[in-house]
Structure formats: C-alpha cells, structure tokens
C-alpha cells in the first residue's frame, strides 16, 4: 500500500509505500511528516518505522483474501495490470477494452478539507495496481503527482498512475490558480479535459475559499463532498448538465 498527506499552509507533507502490515497508511505517512525530518520511507524503512511509531499492524496475510486471490488469477489470465474492483473480462469479449487506457483501472481513496480559517489539507492512500511489476512504486506517493496542496487549494487525484505522474496532475491544478489566476473549476477543467488523456484521471479539490469541484474524464468516479452548513453531495456517473 501507498499513502501520503500534506498541510497546504505549510507546506509539510509525508508519504509511505511498500506498506504490507500497516492497517492505516495515511496515518503513517503523518507521522513521516510530523516526526521526522524526512518526507517520503518505503519498504522495510517505513515498516520499522510504523513498528517504532506503534501504529496498528497486522500480519500481511490479514490483506489476502479469497476475492483478491481470484482478482490476481483473473489480472494473470488476462495478462493484465488492473485495479482491485476491475470487473473480469468475459471470454467471448475482446480485450481492447477501455481498461486499456485506463479506465476501469481506478480506484483510490482521497480526501480533501478547508477549515473556517482558508486552512487546507489533503490525504490520499491506495493499494496499486493487481499484477503489477514487482517494485513497481505509484503515483500516489509522490508529492505534486496525485496529491498537493498550497494556500490556494488542497488536490486529490486518482487514476492511472503513470499518465499522473507524466502530467504532475495535482501541483498542476495548484500551479494555475497561483501563477495564471485561474478559478478552482478552470483550472481542474483544464487538467482533467485538457492536459490528461481521457479516462486516465479524475480528482477531488477544494479551495482556500470553500469551492469544490470533482472532475473526472473516465467513465465514472466515486465521489461525495459535505460542508459544515449541511450540504452534502454524492455520485459515481457524470451529474446531469
């Protein structure tokens, strides 16, 4: 698993990857941020840190269940890198699928927030792809590729990590607000729409001023956003226009 947060105030942020026994990444990856003087540990490092830290661990073998195992054979049959809930591929149908480019691929848990005072943060945690390379490390971890955040807006992206980290996609949305004065919703547009090759990416974020926006260009994306007036808002296929 990989994991990494980042405080848009100060710009402090901590990842983690390589996790096989920590039950929360992301808590983890905040104790990298706040009690090191480093930003990013993998593999073993980062596993002897959590068990310093004390964080709650379990034996690898808590992670591998039956639906994984049947997900891997699936991955290999087909000859595949592909994302925990792909659906399987019938026989009968081709291959040439938009799984290809990415889109069935993605799945991510992120989250964003703004405090009453313009404060904003940002979390992201994943556990990759399913037959994958070995050592094969995500965007996920990788400050300014999945996750960022600045005083102008906190970014949270899921997707295909390579097109994402190609496209440094979150710094990008931050990065056009701070330097061409963008909106929140201009700027994640451009990104998604414009800059990042369709069904490869969609993103959550919100800015210093309380706006939110989740954009998407792949077939779907679970999403849901809430405000402290007691707004909420959920979906997973593209809102009505």
């Known amino acids: 698993m990989e994991a990494c947060i980042m405080d848009g105030k100060t710009k402090k942020c901590g990842a983690v990857s390589g996790i096989t026994t920590v039950v929360n990444p992301i808590s983890l990856a905040r104790l990298v941020m706040e009690k090191t003087p480093h930003i990013y540990l993998a ?62 691929q993605i799945g991510t848990v992120g989250c964003v927030a703004v405090d009453s005072h313009g404060n904003l943060a940002t979390a992201t945690s994943t556990g990759g792809f399913v037959n994958k390379m070995v050592g094969r490390i995500g965007d996920t971890p990788i400050i300014g590729s999945r996750t960022y955040a600045n005083r102008f807006c906190a970014v949270s992206a899921t997707g295909k990590g390579e097109e994402i980290i190609r496209g440094t996609v979150a710094r990008d949305v931050a990065a056009l607000m701070e330097f061409k004065g963008l909106s929140l919703k201009e700027a994640t547009a451009y990104v998604v729409e414009e800059s990042t090759p369709k069904g490869n ?26 405000t402290e007036d007691g707004y909420t808002e959920f979906g997973i296929w593209p809102s009505p226009k």
């Open 201 to 226: 990416v969609g993103l959550v974020a919100v800015s210093a001023r309380g706006e939110v926006t989740m954009a998407f260009n792949t077939t779907g994306m679970f999403r849901a956003c809430a």
């Open 43 to 104: 593999f073993d490092g980062a596993e002897a840190f959590a068990r310093e830290q004390g964080v709650e661990t379990v034996d690898p073998s808590h992670f591998i269940t039956p639906d994984n195992i049947e997900r891997l054979n699936q991955a290999k049959e087909a000859h595949r890198v592909q994302i925990d809930y792909t659906q399987p591929i019938q026989k009968e149908v081709k291959l040439e699928t938009h799984a290809a480019d990415g889109d069935s």
